[in-house]
């Protein structure tokens, strides 16, 4: 992949899914190097929409929420919740011009290795349609003084 | 509680377009309940205006604040010491909170990001619902707590129209016929004589007519 067009992931990721989850995202870490964060959280649930947007301002193209099979959750509808949270997201995003589907959910396999590397490595090589997110050369620079308001 | 809902954002855009420095202003009670002007939403909304302007290469500076309260002068006077670095601030707070700023700072330039909407209750998580009219007349007492004026989409004060089926409104099934809780209730309070009582219309000048209304408290004032 040339550089332009390596993409800057986000993931969102319920700790419940892997028990070893420090060890398998690194394992992702040594492969991705800084193109991949990870935001692990006690359930995916707890992710806000504010939370998705904060990643995409902050350079991530694409950003992947991890939940729980569902019907899986441990506090029982966290994983429904996020889904919510994720399509109100993705309604702040359409309002502003901003390609709703840079923020996606991926529910683990009911069945399979609890291990986030083994999960997310397909997902990470898919084909991404969507390509770079128009916001990471999208610094201005501009007169941001009062007088320069009306320039 | 004063619930209210975001502004549309072309609305909102269009109303900070001539400024480039702008804080968005919460208000961390009522608005904070309804999920429309709190911090989160404070958050929500700097962050698309931030994105947006960057989209669209325009020079935008986006700042954060939520007061505790932007209806009294004590909370208001915080934003004091951050008004000097923008051009604008775009309040999440109800109508009162935000007519309140703009009379504290009545040389800046203050915008409503909400429309304000009605007294109301949370009912459950994410769904609120008007419960008051603030009629300025209150009669809760008569109908055991239930407000005809509010709940019955015919305002109906001495009994039920008839037309309400299983319990629901005839006009809007969505809502319960407030007559047929009021009746429900009274029953369970062995109280069903308060319905042989007839009500006098509402006064709805204490409402309506007089200008802005006022509440004046001597003991409360310095």
Known sequence: ?151 | MITGTRKPMEEILAMIAPYRRVLVAGCGTCVAECASGGEKEVGLLASQLRMDSRLRKIPLEVGEITLDRQCVYEFIDQLTAFLEKYDAVLSLACGAGVQAVAEVFPSWVILPGLDTSFLGQTKQAGLWLENCRGCGECRLHMFAGVCPITRCAKKLFNGPCGGSQAGRCEVSPEAECAWHLILQRLESQNRLECLEEIYPACDWSRQQGRGPRRIQREDQRT
């Open chain 1, 1 to 151: 992949m040339e550089p332009d067009q390596q993409f800057q992931f986000s993931v969102f990721f319920c700790q419940q899914l892997d028990p070893q989850q420090d060890l398998h995202s690194r394992e992702l870490e040594r492969v991705w190097g800084s193109r991949i964060r990870f935001f692990p959280m006690q359930c995916s649930g707890r992710v806000e929409a504010l939370h998705l947007l904060k990643a995409l301002e902050e350079g991530a193209d694409r950003v992947l929420v991890l939940t729980c099979p569902e019907g899986r959750c441990r506090y029982k509808e966290g994983n429904l919740r996020v889904r919510k949270r994720l399509e109100y997201a993705r309604s702040l995003l359409e309002e502003i011009g901003l390609e709703p589907l840079r923020l996606e959910l991926r529910a683990a396999p009911a069945q399979g290795p609890r291990n986030i590397a083994r999960i997310l490595e397909p997902v990470l090589q898919e084909p991404w349609e969507h390509g770079p997110s128009p916001l990471r050369n999208g610094g201005v620079q501009g007169d941001l003084s009062p007088e320069g308001r009306n320039s």
